[in-house]
Every structure is written in C-alpha cells, then in structure tokens.
C-alpha cells in the first residue's frame, strides 16, 4: 500500500529561523512528489519535483527530491509569521489517474 | 487568477439528515477530484471525475456518498444520511490533465452534531 509519512507533525520557530521538512515515501511507479501550504483554507501548490537532485527555488522556500533514498525536503529560510501554516506533501504514481496520495502534514507555527 | 469555486463554505448539519456540496472548477480543467481532509490528516481522494465520467472512487462509502457532474463541469457532493464521523473538510480541486499539479478550492467545512 502506498505511503507518504511527514515529520516533524509539527514545529514551533521563532522569526528568521531556517527549517526544514521532510516527506519520506513508498509509492509503486512513483512519478512526481508535490508540496502544498494550507493556512485556514485550500491547500496552494508549491513545487513539484519529479527528477532527483534538481533544487527548485522560490523566494524563501526551496525543494529536493532524492529519488534513491525516497524522500523530499521542503526548506524555508528567514521564515516570518506568514510561513505559518500545514505543509503537505503528495505523490503521483505514473500509472494512475492524477489521484494524490497525501502525507498527515507537518503544522508549523513561525513566533514573532 | 482562475478559481474553484465552492459553496457553502461552513455547513452544519444534525446526523441523519442529507447534505450537499458543490464545486465549480477552472474552465476548460477536465479533471475535477472531491478530497475529505478529516482535522490532523492529509486529504483524501474520494472521487475523480474526467469530464462527466468517474474515474476513481474506490474510496467513497457508496452507501451514503454520492457524486454526480452531469455535463461535466460543475459537481455536486452528497451525503446521506449523515453521521458524526463525516464532519470534515471537503475539498474540491481540478486540473488541466490528470497528473498536472491541481488547484484547491476553499473548502467546506462539515459539522456534523
């Protein structure tokens, strides 16, 4: 059965730290891993990553995938209280229909 | 920015009574899936639809779920009867194609007493 699993669940920092977030899975056929932010409302896409080792950027946040050890890293530097919020992570199997299987998210709270 | 469309956004209902949902996806977006995100969990897949056709709902309790998109693009949502474990969020998204990165609405919540 497929599995994505999140750790930490959930993280406290203050303002102008650097964390990170990881997302650990065992997909069959896996195809592409996806993160989301959801603050009080509908998740909003992140990065999707599909090749091993390519970093994407976006502002503060950044991604990786490693395909070998089946995990994906989510990093956000000099966060602010706005980073607060339930990061979740997705994959894509190549063989399905576009269904998302979800790890349980990890909640992080950035203090002022 | 084009939107998914839900409403209502908060819905509270007593067990045992019917409830809808409805979604309307980003024009021309085929592919339209209904999440539950139950408090602490990441979403799960309910149903997919690919224009009016469903796709997956292996995971929809067919004795009180129920999904239609009649002309294939906007959906509805049911359950009844309702029971307590169904208070949840339910989410609707919709993509382009199927393994495009989708886009979320905003959610109804589901309070079930």
């Known amino acids: 059965e497929d599995k994505v699993v999140q750790s930490p669940l959930s993280l406290v920092v203050h303002e102008g730290d650097t964390v990170t977030l990881n997302c650990s899975y065992e997909?069959?056929?896996?195809?592409?891993l996806l993160w989301y932010k959801q603050e009080k409302k509908a998740p909003t896409f992140l990065f999707m990553l599909?090749?091993?080792?390519i970093e994407k950027k976006s502002g503060r946040l950044s991604s990786i995938l490693d395909k070998k050890e089946l995990f994906s890293i989510l990093n956000i530097t000099a966060t602010q209280t706005g980073d607060s919020a339930v990061y979740l992570c997705?994959?894509?199997?190549?063989?399905?229909?576009?269904?998302?299987?979800f790890g349980q998210g990890t909640t992080l709270q950035v203090k002022p | 920015e084009a939107e998914v469309a839900q409403s209502p956004r908060y819905k509270i209902t007593e067990k045992s009574q019917a409830v809808a949902f409805w979604c309307d996806p980003i024009s021309g977006h085929a592919t339209l899936y209904w999440y539950r995100q139950i408090l602490g969990q990441g979403p799960e897949l309910l149903v997919q639809f690919q224009d009016e056709s469903v796709v997956d709902d292996s995971q929809l309790p067919k004795d009180r779920f129920s999904a239609e998109r009649l002309k294939g693009v906007d959906s509805t949502l049911k359950i009844q009867p309702a029971e307590l474990g169904d208070s949840a969020m339910y989410l609707c998204a919709s993509s382009l194609e199927p393994l495009d990165g989708y886009t979320f609405g905003s959610g109804t919540r589901l309070t079930v007493v």
């Open positions: 997705g994959t894509y199997r190549s063989s399905n229909t576009g269904k998302l299987i």
């Open positions: 997909v069959t056929n896996f195809r592409s």
């Open positions: 599909t090749s091993s080792g």
